[in-house]
């Protein structure tokens, strides 16, 4: 790469939002733009440069997006995603008790948290297995809300969706004050949701004019993932690969094709081009390769594969150290994965994934938090000089911006990109 600062001028706000774009999807595909791009997760970093905690954006929507536009275009990053944060009254209206929040249950300056717990009991898989939504509304919802409670109230909802019960019955149902009460909050959360929608609208907007292009996110989750995280927990999980591994499998297996068409109707329906799959139990600590082969890979990779043949391109976040599966990242198609690293050992990740997957991430959480400007320019152009000879990378933080991280940092991060990053 080059050190000609005369190609690239720091920090110069370009307003070529086509460029930008272009910039992002050549490195995508394995083909060299004009210089490695830089796409950040940034939620709170931009809004602290602007005085604001996560609480703000928690509460106060509209304010945040615009603070948050403002602050973030003054990096010329290629392309930015948005905080997306469940709002405040929202989670306080339902009576929500499976996360914590900033403003609310915990300090302002604090990132969200979520309750780590067995929302589905062991015992309870075949439940679960024999009419998955009558028990997520009626056994999993009132567990993870308390405004939510009444639900527990309705008979089974298979009764309903085969028409055993006459409308009197509804009717009797909805005349029951706790009932009632949950409806008048389930409405209002409607509005409180559409309200923080419209401020996040506002932001993506502001963006757009001045030629900075947003992912909109549309989540996903490995199917071992969304049992992990919101049923079973992850120590249930884990004692289920020993214990009940037949049961675990058909969950995974029932939920896959449901996840598969509900994330494909959800992107083609807004016009996102690509789907987020945040990665949390597949790291190397969790299981061992076995048992990744065996209980996590294979419904990830249908999901990967499905999302590739609707030509929606997966983002998967490798979260934590990842080194152990990059041989099971081989088996996907070259350049239709953007897949963001936090862990990894990058000289192996090269050999193993150069010709397969453009490489996103990974400057550590430690440096840009407690690192000097000059071991943050080492490690870029360290990524730079592992991974840019085919054009196949792009620069963002291990996990993101944290918010924590140190200003003097993020800029020579992105000045370095600037500088040493032009093809």
Same mark, same amino acid.
């Given at each position: 790469?080059?050190?000609?600062?005369d190609?690239?001028p720091?920090?110069?706000? %370009?307003?070529?939002?086509q460029?930008?774009?272009?910039?992002?999807?050549?490195?995508i595909?394995?083909?060299?733009?004009?210089?490695?791009?830089?796409?950040?997760?940034d939620? #709170?970093?931009?809004?602290?440069q602007?005085?604001l905690?996560?609480?703000?954006?928690?509460?106060?929507?509209?304010?945040?997006?615009k603070?948050?536009a403002?602050?973030?275009?003054?990096?010329?990053w290629?392309m930015?995603?948005?905080?997306?944060n469940?709002?405040?009254?929202?989670?306080?209206?339902?009576?929500? @008790?499976?996360?914590r929040?900033?403003?609310?249950?915990?300090?302002d300056?604090?990132?969200?948290?979520?309750?780590?717990?067995?929302?589905?009991?062991?015992?309870?898989? /075949?439940?679960?297995?024999?009419?998955?939504?009558d028990?997520?509304i009626?056994?999993m919802?009132?567990?993870?809300?308390?405004?939510?409670?009444?639900?527990?109230l309705?008979?089974s909802?298979?009764?309903?969706? &085969?028409?055993?019960?006459?409308?009197?019955?509804l009717?009797?149902?909805?005349?029951?004050?706790?009932?009632?009460?949950?409806?008048?909050?389930?409405?209002l959360?409607?509005?409180?949701?559409n309200?923080?929608?419209a401020?996040?609208?506002?932001a993506?907007?502001?963006?757009?004019?001045?030629g900075l292009?947003?992912?909109?996110?549309?989540?996903?989750?490995?199917?071992? /993932?969304?049992?992990?995280?919101?049923?079973?927990?992850?120590?249930?999980t884990?004692?289920?690969?020993?214990?009940?591994?037949?049961?675990?499998?058909a969950?995974?297996?029932?939920? @896959?094709?449901?996840?598969?068409e509900?994330? *494909?109707? @959800?992107?083609? %329906?807004?016009?996102?081009p690509y789907?987020?799959?945040p990665?949390?139990?597949?790291?190397?600590?969790?299981?061992?390769?076995?048992?990744?082969?065996?209980f #996590?890979?294979?419904s =990830?990779?249908?999901?990967?594969?499905?999302?590739?043949?609707?030509?929606?391109?997966?983002?998967?976040?490798?979260?934590?150290?990842?080194?152990?599966?990059?041989?099971? =990242?081989?088996? =996907?198609?070259?350049?239709k994965?953007?897949? &963001?690293f936090?862990v990894? /050992?990058?000289?192996?990740?090269?050999?193993?994934?150069?010709?397969t997957?453009?490489?996103?991430?990974?400057?550590p959480?430690?440096?840009? *938090?407690?690192?000097?400007?000059?071991?943050?320019?080492?490690?870029v152009?360290?990524?730079?000089d592992t991974?840019?000879?085919?054009?196949?990378?792009?620069?963002?933080?291990?996990?993101?911006?944290?918010?924590?991280?140190?200003?003097?940092?993020?800029?020579?991060?992105?000045?370095t990109?600037?500088?040493?990053?032009?093809y």
């Amino acid at each position: 790469m080059t050190d000609n600062k005369d190609k690239a001028p720091l920090m110069q706000i %370009e307003l070529d939002y086509q460029a930008r774009e272009k910039r992002v999807w050549d490195a995508i595909h394995l083909e060299k733009p004009d210089r490695v791009p830089i796409v950040c997760y940034d939620e #709170y970093f931009s809004l602290k440069q602007g005085g604001l905690t996560p609480a703000d954006a928690y509460y106060d929507p509209k304010r945040a997006s615009k603070v948050f536009a403002e602050n973030v275009t003054k990096f010329n990053w290629d392309m930015v995603s948005i905080f997306g944060n469940l709002p405040g009254k929202v989670g306080e209206t339902i009576g929500l @008790t499976s996360n914590r929040w900033a403003g609310y249950n915990l300090a302002d300056t604090q990132e969200f948290q979520f309750v780590e717990k067995e929302y589905m009991l062991g015992d309870e898989y /075949d439940q679960f297995l024999s009419d998955p939504s009558d028990f997520i509304i009626r056994k999993m919802w009132p567990r993870m809300a308390d405004g939510l409670d009444a639900f527990g109230l309705f008979p089974s909802f298979t009764m309903f969706s &085969h028409a055993y019960a006459p409308i009197s019955d509804l009717a009797m149902l909805l005349g029951q004050p706790e009932v009632r009460e949950m409806l008048k909050k389930l409405i209002l959360i409607g509005e409180q949701m559409n309200e923080h929608i419209a401020g996040v609208d506002q932001a993506v907007e502001a963006l757009k004019e001045k030629g900075l292009p947003v992912f909109a996110e549309v989540p996903a989750h490995a199917p071992f /993932d969304w049992i992990s995280d919101y049923f079973r927990g992850i120590k249930g999980t884990m004692l289920d690969m020993y214990y009940q591994p037949d049961k675990l499998k058909a969950a995974i297996n029932m939920i @896959t094709p449901h996840m598969i068409e509900y994330t *494909i109707g @959800t992107a083609k %329906e807004m016009g996102v081009p690509y789907v987020s799959i945040p990665l949390h139990r597949g790291a190397d600590p969790f299981m061992s390769n076995k048992q990744y082969a065996e209980f #996590y890979w294979p419904s =990830l990779k249908e999901l990967l594969l499905a999302l590739i043949d609707a030509e929606i391109t997966p983002m998967p976040y490798w979260e934590g150290s990842y080194t152990n599966r990059l041989e099971f =990242l081989t088996e =996907l198609p070259p350049g239709k994965i953007w897949g &963001h690293f936090d862990v990894v /050992d990058i000289e192996k990740a090269k050999k193993l994934l150069g010709d397969t997957m453009c490489f996103w991430g990974n400057v550590p959480v430690q440096t840009l *938090i407690s690192g000097t400007p000059e071991q943050t320019s080492d490690y870029v152009k360290k990524l730079i000089d592992t991974f840019g000879d085919n054009g196949g990378l792009i620069i963002d933080g291990a996990a993101g911006i944290p918010k924590e991280a140190k200003l003097e940092n993020v800029i020579t991060m992105t000045e370095t990109v600037f500088e040493y990053g032009v093809y």
